[in-house]
């Protein structure tokens, strides 16, 4: 049994980049299923500017916020919230919001604090898009597809510094990080072989990430005759780098969610965890993943040499490479 009469919603979005992406489907069908609704969303700054140019909501509030935060935004008190995120405290806020219907994840110690706990099924058995738009059901919602349109990227009137300005001619953006941990991250050596063979095919190499990736980023910059920009643009400018690459080359983070979302061409190299869970949303993702009997065992590290990632040689991301090139060149990209 559905709820009726959704005037006010409270949207609880994930914390991370690749997950509030692909949160896009039912963040769209939410905004198409109630279209007269006042929808306030919460998250982190950085990802709400992001997806602004969606307009899937009409108020934002950056998280942290308290709950009569959520009540100011929405003009009262939340008919609904709707709560993406799966830990026990995001459940506990959105019962302190007062909102009469609380839906989200099921889990043991949060299940109490929601109206609708909507049970998922095993990791990996459906991709996490489809996860999410399944809690659009009880508020009445046609889910929809999983399809998206590219994001449009809003907010780029930011002072345009020099320093992170995309080069003049064709480029590849290469992102060797991963912040979950090692079990993500293909071989530096591999990267820097990669980086190469592409400068020598006349494209220019931007090695973008956190600032924590710097020191990888930077190797991979010297070796290439590229830049580092690690550390050094906000998520809308790295939107906007990606959104004019020839390729964006990354591992299974956050860089290679946005590149999918932007429409660019995608390259992600897949380790411990699961493609058919996570792969990124794009119409033009290709993903390389050499999945051993093991996998996926969704580890940050990996005490048996992370065979997933030693699978996965230069040429197979090279071959993934052309064949996302192609995607460009035959117009598959808007
Ligand atoms: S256990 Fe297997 S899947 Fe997990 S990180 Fe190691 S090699 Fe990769």
Redesign the pocket.
């Known amino acids: 049994m559905h709820v009726t009469g959704v005037e006010r919603l409270f949207l609880r979005l994930p914390n991370w980049l690749g997950d509030s992406l692909m949160a896009r489907p039912l963040l769209g069908a939410l905004r198409a299923g109630l279209p007269a609704a006042r929808i306030a969303a919460c998250g982190p700054k950085a990802l709400l500017e992001l997806l602004e140019g969606d307009r899937c909501w009409d108020a934002a509030i950056p998280w942290p916020c308290a709950p009569q935060d959520v009540a100011a935004a929405l003009g009262g008190r939340p008919d609904a919230a709707l709560v993406l995120p799966p830990s026990f405290s995001s459940a506990w806020h959105a019962w302190r919001t007062g909102a009469r219907t609380r839906v989200g994840f099921a889990a043991d110690t949060r299940s109490m604090l929601l109206t609708h706990a909507v049970r998922r099924p095993a990791r990996g058995d459906l991709h996490l898009g489809r996860e999410y738009l399944a809690l659009a059901a009880p508020l009445g919602v046609d889910a929809g597809a999983l399809a998206v349109s590219a994001l449009p990227i809003a907010n780029v009137a930011e002072v345009e510094d020099p320093a992170v300005r995309a080069p003049s001619g064709p480029y590849a953006v290469l992102a060797p990080g991963a912040a979950y941990g090692p079990?993500k991250r293909w071989a530096l050596a591999r990267w820097i072989e990669l980086a190469k063979a592409l400068s020598a095919e006349g494209l220019a190499v931007l090695a973008c990430g956190g600032a924590g990736d710097a020191p990888d980023c930077e190797a991979l910059a010297s070796a290439s005759g590229g830049r580092s920009l690690a550390g050094r643009t906000s998520l809308v400018r790295q939107a906007v780098l990606c959104a004019g690459a020839e390729v964006v080359v990354s591992n299974d983070s956050g860089m290679a969610h946005l590149a999918g979302a932007v429409g660019a061409p995608t390259v992600v190299i897949f380790?411990?965890t699961s493609s058919a869970w996570t792969a990124p949303l794009g119409p033009a993702v290709h993903v390389v993943q050499r999945?051993?009997v093991?996998?996926?065992?969704f580890?940050r590290t990996?005490?048996?040499?992370?065979?997933?990632?030693e699978n996965v040689r230069v040429a197979d991301v090279h071959a993934a490479v052309e064949r996302a090139r192609r995607d460009r060149a035959k117009g598959a990209i808007a």
């Open positions: 079990a380790g411990s999945a051993p093991c996998s996926p065992c580890r990996c005490a048996i040499g992370v065979v997933c990632l």
